[in-house]
């Protein structure tokens, strides 16, 4: 259709990019989701939940790491799917090792996914976003943006760059009409790593302590949808319980 729009959600897993991507198809956006092509089986899973809901999803194997794979992804989406109006980078790379612990393999891979991956992805839209002087980026980030904690070197260093990538990039495409946002997600996140791996999780969801995928997504969506005279650039979300 002429006047169909995508939404680009690097990195959707079973949490915040999933609920993101179900949260502008309901808006009747092509929600595009991407993983790794060894999460290929549940980014269809999540894609084929979009369409039973009315929606229309598809699903890409892609490394978001890699320069090729991602302008071409990019491209085909702007060039047979429909234009991207909305991208939002969420891969996360959480890791924690002590400094010492810390190989120079694995400071490198994390800020490759968390970091460099990010700038692929808002170069790549920014070129047909400044074309159209409409648009709106989207990076997660996490109380490591903020601060760096202990066991968090690699983490904390690559969500840091990622941060400052988006406030380079908000004031470049600001005057574009383009709105570059970055989130700060303080607090463990309702996914399933941490229901396996948090035997209170059942209580903090009842008390309201642990962050709803589905509300952060909602916050996502007033992000686009906020008029640049009052553009937000940095949100931060938390539970209530969180010290901060």
């Known amino acids: 259709m002429a006047d169909s729009k995508s939404c680009l959600v690097i990195g959707a897993g079973d949490a915040t ?26 980014l269809e899973e999540l894609a084929k939940s979009i369409r039973g809901d009315g929606g229309t999803a598809h699903a890409f194997g892609v490394d978001a790491r890699e320069e090729t794979e991602m302008v071409a992804l990019i491209d085909k989406i702007e060039k047979d799917i429909a234009p991207i109006e909305v991208a939002v980078f969420n891969i996360g790379a959480n890791v924690n090792f002590g ?38 980026i989207i990076f997660t980030g996490a109380t490591a943006s903020m601060r760096g904690g202990p066991g968090y070197a690699a983490f904390a260093g690559a969500k840091f760059a990622l941060r400052a990538l988006a406030q380079s990039m908000a004031r470049e495409l600001g005057p574009m009409n383009i709105h570059v946002a970055h989130t700060v997600i303080d ?58």
């Open 99 to 136: 400094i010492t612990e810390t190989t120079s393999r694995v400071y490198r891979k994390v800020w490759e996914m968390a970091a460099f991956a990010g700038f692929l992805m808002g170069r790549e839209v920014a070129r047909h976003m400044k074309e159209r002087q409409s648009g709106t």
């Open 187 to 244: 607090g463990m996140i309702d996914s399933t790593f941490i229901r396996e791996n948090v035997p209170q999780v059942d209580q903090m969801r009842e008390e309201d302590k642990i962050l709803n995928p589905e509300h952060i997504a909602e916050q996502y969506w007033r992000l686009h949808k906020q008029p640049r005279t009052a553009w937000t650039h940095e949100l931060d979300l938390r539970p209530w319980s969180e010290k901060w």
């Open 17 to 42: 990019g999933g609920a993101v991507a179900r949260r502008f198809a309901r808006e009747g956006y092509v929600s595009c989701v991407t993983r790794r092509e060894r999460h290929i089986t549940q």
